[in-house]
């Protein structure tokens, strides 16, 4: 007998990536469209990955099949 192997979802691999550290990080929302309207400091901000934490972290890496 032998187990078959987890799939990992590829709508989350494609969103979020797993540094060597074990750190999630993933692009954050609200830079798409309507960016005329928002300041240059704030697209900026906006711009720069972010770090997943917590339990959802933790969720991410289940279904990427890497815990």
């Known amino acids: 007998m032998f187990t078959a192997k987890l799939k990992t979802k590829k709508s989350a691999l494609k969103r979020f990536k797993v ?5 999630v ?3 954050g929302q609200y830079q798409g469209h309507l960016m005329r309207k928002k ?17 959802f972290a933790k969720k991410i890496k289940k279904i990427l099949n890497l815990s």
């Open 19 to 23: 540094t060597k550290t074990g750190k």
């Open 39 to 55: 300041s240059s400091r704030r697209k900026r901000r906006l711009a720069e990955p972010r770090v997943l934490q917590g339990t």
């Open 25 to 27: 990080i993933f692009r």
